[in-house]
Protein backbone atom coordinates (compact mmCIF):
# COMPACT_ATOMS: atom_id res chain seq x y z
CA UNK A 1 0.00 0.00 0.00
CA UNK A 2 1.46 3.30 -0.97
CA UNK A 3 2.17 5.38 2.09
CA UNK A 4 1.90 2.38 4.35
CA UNK A 5 5.87 3.07 5.95
CA UNK A 6 4.96 6.68 6.71
CA UNK A 7 1.35 5.97 7.99
CA UNK A 8 2.50 3.77 10.56
CA UNK A 9 5.71 6.38 11.31
CA UNK A 10 2.96 8.76 11.68
CA UNK A 11 0.90 6.59 14.14
CA UNK A 12 4.14 5.12 16.02
CA UNK A 13 5.39 8.76 16.90
CA UNK A 14 1.35 9.49 18.33
CA UNK A 15 1.50 7.09 20.37
CA UNK A 16 4.75 7.57 21.65
CA UNK A 17 3.42 11.14 22.01
CA UNK A 18 0.64 9.90 24.10
CA UNK A 19 2.87 7.45 26.93
CA UNK A 20 4.16 10.49 28.72
CA UNK A 21 0.54 11.84 29.51
CA UNK A 22 0.05 8.50 30.76
CA UNK A 23 3.04 8.09 32.65
CA UNK A 24 2.47 11.15 34.73
CA UNK A 25 -0.86 9.36 36.20
CA UNK A 26 1.75 6.54 37.47
CA UNK A 27 4.18 9.22 38.59
CA UNK A 28 1.49 10.27 40.97
CA UNK A 29 0.93 6.75 41.96
CA UNK A 30 4.77 6.72 43.15
CA UNK A 31 6.20 5.32 40.06
CA UNK A 32 9.39 6.99 38.68
CA UNK A 33 10.78 7.03 35.05
CA UNK A 34 13.01 4.19 35.66
CA UNK A 35 10.66 2.03 37.04
CA UNK A 36 8.20 2.86 34.71
CA UNK A 37 10.95 2.30 31.93
CA UNK A 38 11.53 -1.16 33.38
CA UNK A 39 7.75 -1.84 33.53
CA UNK A 40 7.18 -0.67 29.69
CA UNK A 41 9.53 -3.67 28.19
CA UNK A 42 8.87 -6.37 31.25
CA UNK A 43 5.19 -6.54 31.03
CA UNK A 44 5.23 -7.28 27.82
CA UNK A 45 7.49 -9.84 27.71
CA UNK A 46 5.23 -12.74 28.83
CA UNK A 47 2.35 -11.60 26.34
CA UNK A 48 5.07 -11.17 23.14
CA UNK A 49 6.30 -14.85 23.96
CA UNK A 50 2.60 -15.86 24.20
CA UNK A 51 1.97 -14.43 21.03
CA UNK A 52 5.29 -16.55 19.48
CA UNK A 53 3.94 -19.66 21.20
CA UNK A 54 0.19 -19.42 19.62
CA UNK A 55 1.57 -18.46 15.80
CA UNK A 56 4.02 -21.57 16.30
CA UNK A 57 6.50 -19.18 15.58
CA UNK A 58 9.97 -20.10 16.45
CA UNK A 59 11.76 -18.62 19.00
CA UNK A 60 15.57 -19.37 17.21
CA UNK A 61 18.33 -16.87 16.78
CA UNK A 62 21.46 -17.98 14.93
CA UNK A 63 24.82 -16.39 16.27
CA UNK A 64 24.94 -12.89 14.17
CA UNK A 65 21.14 -12.26 14.65
CA UNK A 66 21.28 -12.81 18.38
CA UNK A 67 24.56 -10.64 18.28
CA UNK A 68 23.16 -7.91 16.77
CA UNK A 69 19.78 -7.80 18.66
CA UNK A 70 21.83 -7.55 22.21
CA UNK A 71 24.13 -4.43 20.22
CA UNK A 72 20.76 -2.69 19.22
CA UNK A 73 19.10 -3.71 22.63
CA UNK A 74 21.76 -2.36 24.80
CA UNK A 75 23.34 0.34 22.59
CA UNK A 76 20.45 1.82 20.54
CA UNK A 77 17.64 0.80 23.24
CA UNK A 78 18.37 0.52 26.75
CA UNK A 79 21.83 3.04 26.35
CA UNK A 80 19.51 6.21 25.11
CA UNK A 81 17.30 5.84 27.74
CA UNK A 82 19.90 5.19 30.59
CA UNK A 83 21.69 8.46 29.07
CA UNK A 84 18.25 10.58 29.07
CA UNK A 85 17.62 9.84 32.81
CA UNK A 86 20.80 10.48 33.47
CA UNK A 87 20.41 13.81 31.60
CA UNK A 88 17.53 14.63 34.05
CA UNK A 89 19.52 15.21 37.29
CA UNK A 90 21.35 17.83 36.11
CA UNK A 91 19.20 19.98 33.89
CA UNK A 92 15.34 20.16 33.45
CA UNK A 93 13.63 17.00 32.00
CA UNK A 94 11.79 19.62 29.22
CA UNK A 95 15.23 20.49 28.25
CA UNK A 96 16.82 16.98 28.21
CA UNK A 97 13.87 15.62 25.89
CA UNK A 98 14.34 18.33 23.16
CA UNK A 99 18.15 18.16 23.13
CA UNK A 100 17.31 13.81 22.85
CA UNK A 101 15.34 15.24 19.79
CA UNK A 102 18.52 15.84 18.08
CA UNK A 103 18.47 12.40 16.74
CA UNK A 104 16.99 13.13 12.73
CA UNK A 105 19.71 15.69 12.15
CA UNK A 106 22.25 12.86 12.93
CA UNK A 107 20.45 10.45 11.24
CA UNK A 108 20.42 12.29 7.89
CA UNK A 109 24.08 13.05 8.58
CA UNK A 110 25.14 10.26 9.47
CA UNK A 111 23.42 8.17 6.48
CA UNK A 112 25.01 10.33 3.93
CA UNK A 113 28.55 10.27 5.27
CA UNK A 114 28.41 6.79 6.63
CA UNK A 115 26.97 4.78 4.38
CA UNK A 116 27.07 7.38 0.95
CA UNK A 117 23.15 8.10 0.95
CA UNK A 118 22.23 10.18 -1.02
CA UNK A 119 19.75 12.74 0.87
CA UNK A 120 17.53 15.75 -1.33
CA UNK A 121 17.79 18.92 -0.41
CA UNK A 122 13.78 18.55 0.47
CA UNK A 123 14.84 16.27 3.10
CA UNK A 124 17.93 17.63 4.53
CA UNK A 125 15.72 20.73 4.93
CA UNK A 126 13.01 18.44 6.71
CA UNK A 127 15.57 17.35 9.39
CA UNK A 128 17.02 20.99 9.92
CA UNK A 129 13.43 22.07 10.40
CA UNK A 130 12.08 19.32 12.41
CA UNK A 131 15.54 19.94 14.65
CA UNK A 132 14.99 23.36 15.13
CA UNK A 133 11.38 22.78 15.83
CA UNK A 134 12.12 21.14 18.79
CA UNK A 135 14.84 23.60 20.15
CA UNK A 136 11.58 26.47 20.35
CA UNK A 137 9.78 23.93 22.58
CA UNK A 138 12.53 24.69 25.77
CA UNK A 139 14.68 27.87 26.44
CA UNK A 140 18.30 26.13 26.53
CA UNK A 141 19.54 29.36 28.08
CA UNK A 142 17.65 28.99 31.59
CA UNK A 143 20.53 26.05 32.15
CA UNK A 144 24.09 25.96 31.83
CA UNK A 145 24.97 22.45 33.12
CA UNK A 146 27.43 20.97 30.49
CA UNK A 147 27.07 17.68 31.80
CA UNK A 148 23.48 17.55 31.47
CA UNK A 149 23.52 19.02 28.12
CA UNK A 150 26.10 16.18 27.09
CA UNK A 151 24.29 13.32 28.46
CA UNK A 152 20.93 14.49 26.49
CA UNK A 153 23.08 15.01 23.25
CA UNK A 154 24.34 11.58 23.72
CA UNK A 155 21.06 9.87 24.41
CA UNK A 156 19.88 11.22 21.10
CA UNK A 157 23.20 10.22 19.49
CA UNK A 158 22.79 6.66 20.41
CA UNK A 159 18.62 6.42 19.73
CA UNK A 160 19.71 7.63 16.11
CA UNK A 161 21.92 4.53 16.12
CA UNK A 162 19.24 2.56 17.48
CA UNK A 163 17.16 3.36 13.85
CA UNK A 164 19.77 3.57 11.66
CA UNK A 165 21.06 -0.53 13.31
CA UNK A 166 17.45 -1.36 12.58
CA UNK A 167 17.60 -0.22 9.08
CA UNK A 168 21.20 -1.70 7.93
CA UNK A 169 21.70 -4.30 9.59
CA UNK A 170 18.69 -6.75 8.33
CA UNK A 171 16.82 -6.84 11.65
CA UNK A 172 13.86 -5.15 10.37
CA UNK A 173 13.61 -7.92 8.09
CA UNK A 174 12.99 -10.36 11.25
CA UNK A 175 9.81 -11.05 12.06
CA UNK A 176 8.14 -7.97 14.61
CA UNK A 177 6.93 -9.94 17.23
CA UNK A 178 9.92 -11.92 17.59
CA UNK A 179 12.45 -8.99 17.08
CA UNK A 180 9.99 -6.95 19.78
CA UNK A 181 10.27 -10.26 22.50
CA UNK A 182 14.40 -9.87 22.01
CA UNK A 183 14.40 -6.32 22.23
CA UNK A 184 12.25 -5.97 25.82
CA UNK A 185 13.44 -8.75 27.12
CA UNK A 186 17.28 -7.47 26.69
CA UNK A 187 15.90 -3.86 27.60
CA UNK A 188 14.32 -5.11 31.05
CA UNK A 189 17.46 -6.90 32.21
CA UNK A 190 19.82 -3.87 31.05
CA UNK A 191 17.36 -1.41 32.85
CA UNK A 192 16.53 -3.41 36.11
CA UNK A 193 20.47 -3.77 36.51
CA UNK A 194 20.86 0.22 36.37
CA UNK A 195 17.98 0.82 38.30
CA UNK A 196 19.33 -1.66 41.42
CA UNK A 197 22.83 0.09 40.77
CA UNK A 198 21.09 3.55 41.23
CA UNK A 199 18.44 2.65 43.36
CA UNK A 200 15.79 4.21 41.14
CA UNK A 201 13.77 0.95 41.38
CA UNK A 202 10.68 1.25 43.32
CA UNK A 203 7.73 -1.25 43.22
CA UNK A 204 5.62 0.04 45.67
CA UNK A 205 3.27 1.81 43.64
CA UNK A 206 -0.18 1.80 43.51
CA UNK A 207 -2.50 -0.29 41.77
CA UNK A 208 -3.54 2.41 39.31
CA UNK A 209 0.01 3.02 38.28
CA UNK A 210 0.37 -0.33 38.10
CA UNK A 211 -2.42 -1.10 35.15
CA UNK A 212 -1.32 2.41 33.40
CA UNK A 213 2.07 0.51 33.12
CA UNK A 214 0.37 -2.36 31.50
CA UNK A 215 -1.49 -0.04 29.61
CA UNK A 216 1.66 1.93 28.29
CA UNK A 217 3.85 -1.64 28.03
CA UNK A 218 0.88 -2.35 25.81
CA UNK A 219 0.72 0.64 23.87
CA UNK A 220 3.94 0.71 23.35
CA UNK A 221 4.89 -2.96 22.67
CA UNK A 222 2.46 -4.05 20.45
CA UNK A 223 1.81 -0.73 18.71
CA UNK A 224 4.67 2.14 18.60
CA UNK A 225 7.93 -0.23 18.25
CA UNK A 226 6.25 -2.73 15.67
CA UNK A 227 4.97 -0.17 13.51
CA UNK A 228 8.69 1.98 13.94
CA UNK A 229 9.78 -1.24 12.70
CA UNK A 230 7.49 -1.67 9.92
CA UNK A 231 8.06 1.90 8.88
CA UNK A 232 11.92 1.99 8.85
CA UNK A 233 12.02 -1.11 6.84
CA UNK A 234 9.43 0.80 4.46
CA UNK A 235 11.03 4.54 4.48
CA UNK A 236 14.74 3.92 5.39
CA UNK A 237 16.23 5.66 8.29
CA UNK A 238 16.40 9.00 7.65
CA UNK A 239 12.55 9.57 6.63
CA UNK A 240 12.05 7.43 9.80
CA UNK A 241 13.75 10.06 12.07
CA UNK A 242 12.38 13.02 10.61
CA UNK A 243 8.37 11.44 10.97
CA UNK A 244 8.97 10.60 14.65
CA UNK A 245 9.07 13.91 15.53
CA UNK A 246 5.69 14.02 15.35
CA UNK A 247 5.57 12.26 18.96
CA UNK A 248 6.46 15.87 20.58
CA UNK A 249 3.36 17.70 18.36
CA UNK A 250 1.51 14.81 20.09
CA UNK A 251 2.51 15.19 23.60
CA UNK A 252 1.75 18.97 23.64
CA UNK A 253 -1.67 18.86 22.19
CA UNK A 254 -2.69 16.06 24.67
CA UNK A 255 -0.80 17.78 27.50
CA UNK A 256 -3.24 21.19 26.69
CA UNK A 257 -6.51 19.11 25.80
CA UNK A 258 -6.06 16.68 29.27
CA UNK A 259 -4.06 18.35 31.49
CA UNK A 260 -4.52 22.08 31.33
CA UNK A 261 -0.60 22.67 30.16
CA UNK A 262 0.00 26.10 28.70
CA UNK A 263 1.34 26.32 25.10
CA UNK A 264 3.39 29.36 24.50
CA UNK A 265 3.99 31.07 21.11
CA UNK A 266 7.93 29.72 21.05
CA UNK A 267 6.13 26.11 21.11
CA UNK A 268 3.52 26.95 18.57
CA UNK A 269 6.36 28.17 16.42
CA UNK A 270 7.94 24.74 16.74
CA UNK A 271 5.01 22.57 16.31
CA UNK A 272 4.34 24.35 13.10
CA UNK A 273 7.99 24.06 11.95
CA UNK A 274 7.85 20.42 12.89
CA UNK A 275 5.08 19.68 10.84
CA UNK A 276 6.37 21.82 7.71
CA UNK A 277 9.62 19.23 7.97
CA UNK A 278 7.03 15.96 8.37
CA UNK A 279 5.61 17.38 5.40
CA UNK A 280 8.52 18.22 3.11
CA UNK A 281 9.25 14.64 3.91
CA UNK A 282 6.26 13.15 3.47
CA UNK A 283 5.98 14.29 -0.29
Same mark, same amino acid.
Given at each position: ??????????? /? =? #? !? *??????? %? $????????????????????????????????????????????????????????????LYMAYSYIP?????????????????? /? =? #? !? *??????? %? $???????????????????????????????????????????????????????????????????????????????????????? =?????????????????????????????????????????????????????????????????????????
Open positions: MKGKGKLCLLT /S =A #F !I *YGLTPIL %A $KITYDGGANGITLTFLRAALSVPLLYAILKADGKSLYLTKTELKRVIILSVFGGALPIVLTGLATTLHFIYPLVIVVA /S =A #F !I *YHEKISR %A $KLFSAVCVTVGIFLFVDIASSADQIGIILALLSGVFYSFYVIYIDRSGLDAMDYVKLTFYLMLTMSATILIFGVAVNEINFDITPQAW =AYSAVISLLVTLGATPLFQVGVREEGASTAGVMSTFEPITSVALGAMFLGEAVGMAQLIGCAMILTGVVTAQR
